[in-house]
């Protein structure tokens, strides 16, 4: 194969982060299950139009952090010389429009919600250096992004995508917040690491008798692995802040699962939740986050 169509491929790889759309397709699963499932003929336009819009996100992302990556991430596409900054913008607002236009043909609901979904995404991407409540703008675009999910299931919009939604939202604040921490080098707070723990309050609020000891059970799971993550977190010689933050976006899928699990069979949530999660961790090996 020829190498430049290699490099190229995965110089378009790197810049969408691909290495985390298993979480995107967890998100659409976790909210279409909470909306009531069905309308199997919607799932594909959904997964096809929710993974355009993350990556032409991703791609815009990029595009107005071109300056600050010259100065501080040199070896981003941009300003390695691996692609030009006029394809970027092109390539975002053209994988926009198509994930837009995908979604706006699953009926006018989730045509407007999309259009929610699309300016959190943009005013995301031209804010996040600049405000310290960007992590609240990355949870929104996740937030949005379970309504939409649900819009598309037989019950529609309901209280199942919406809360479970807004327990995704803190999750992504929380781990946005360290994030940006990393970014700017600064020491991470403590406060991040409660709002991760939203998910399982929510968990155990919703859930009642033998739906309450299925919750109990993944937020074990998804409490360990946030532990895992976050355990040298405090140790200034030991923390990688960016490897923290890589792995808290992975326990997305867990937070979709734990959504999830109380109204599914075991063996349903396991074969689709665990193989996402699971790939999130091994794409993450071969195309970084940042």
Known sequence: MNRDFIRQLRTLLVLGRVSNLPTVWSNCL???????????????????????????????????DAEFDRQRRPSRPIPSGMISLTAVWRWSFALLGLGALALATLGKTTGVLTLALLACIIIYDATHRAIAASPWLLGLCRFWLYVIAGSTGVWGVNGGPIWCGAALAIYAAGFGSVARRGNFRRPVPF???????????????????????????VSLVFGLWGARCARTIFLPDEANVGRIAAGLLAGIVLVDWLAVAPQLPHWLSGVVFLPLFGATLLLQRFVPEA
């Open 191 to 217: 406060w991040p690491l409660l709002l991760l723990t939203a998910p399982v309050f929510l968990a155990m609020l919703m859930n009642a008798g033998a739906a309450r000891k299925d919750a109990m059970l």
């Open 30 to 64: 976790a909210g279409w299950w909470l909306g009531g499932g069905g309308n199997f003929g919607k799932l594909a336009p959904l997964l096809f139009g929710a993974s355009a819009l993350y990556i032409g996100g991703r791609f815009l992302n990029d595009a107005f």
